[in-house]
């Protein structure tokens, strides 16, 4: 009697756990699909990121002066799919507020970043970007749809933060002067959209997968973004990401001999 009363409580408590349990379980694939997906050409056009906008926090660390630097300010990126097997040419304007005023521009093909503090605006070859500058917003930008091509991607530890949004960490599977591990704070209920799909359409529409991302560089310094109000699929207008030399500003070409006119 005592032995049947233990297996019906036991299968009462097996039965309340998987009741109480999600229809789903989310899988490291399941988050990096959810990262991907939305920037890989091959995507219906209902679920793709043509373009956003995001206000941003930056917060970055120099570990040889144990010094923090913070910044804030506006982003507004465009992605250009060319076909399905091509990967789509990125467009972007980063404008700094605090603590002082700068922009970073490209239209995918130059990059423009202006100091106004300096009078100066500096010119570059996309293709020929120094990818030395730990800052660089093309760390990111570049390769979302295939993040899983060029980095070794694990659950960071934890796997959660304190809202229940995933964590991802990322290793270049090639040496990199640049980046030694990326960390990425992927949506939560994005990947509940996702999951869902095909089931019924995506609660609230479309979501901007990423709520953070983390920089670290073999020198142990690290740059964190986040981002807040996210505007998906408005229609960015092109003249955006077009940039206007003002009049009197020194332009500067590092790729030139002479460094500028």
Do not use: C
Request: proline share 6%; hydrophobic share 40%.
């Amino acid at each position: 009697m005592m032995l049947r009363s233990l297996f019906s409580a036991l299968s009462l408590v097996l039965f309340l756990a998987s009741a109480a349990a999600p229809v789903w379980a989310v899988e490291l694939n399941d988050v990096i699909r959810t990262l991907e997906t939305p920037f890989q050409p091959g995507t219906d056009k209902e679920f793709r990121i043509a373009d956003y906008s995001a206000d941003f926090f930056q917060e970055s660390k120099i570990a040889s002066l144990d010094r923090l630097q913070r910044a804030n300010g506006r982003v507004e990126v465009a992605f250009s799919y060319q076909g399905e097997k091509t990967v789509p040419e990125v467009k972007f304007h980063w404008q700094y507020e605090q603590p002082t005023t700068q922009e970073i521009v490209s239209d995918g093909k130059s990059l423009w970043v202006y100091l106004p503090d300096n009078n100066q605006v500096i010119l570059s070859d996309i293709a020929m970007v120094n990818q030395s500058r730990q800052n660089d917003p093309m760390t990111f930008l570049t390769g979302l749809g295939n993040l899983s091509r060029d980095f070794h991607i694990d659950w960071a530890a934890p796997q959660n933060d304190s809202e229940g949004n995933y964590v991802l960490e990322l290793k270049p599977l090639r040496d990199s002067s640049l980046i030694s591990r990326l960390v990425i704070v992927v949506d939560r209920s994005s990947i509940e959209a996702f999951l869902q799909r095909g089931v019924k359409s995506p609660p609230g529409g479309l979501r901007f997968p990423i709520k953070s991302t983390t920089v670290f560089d073999p020198n142990g310094n690290s740059t964190i973004i986040e981002f807040s109000n996210l505007r998906i699929n408005i229609g960015i207008p092109e003249n955006t990401f077009q940039f206007i030399l003002p009049e009197g500003v020194q332009l500067v070409r590092p790729d030139d001999k002479q460094m500028g006119f």
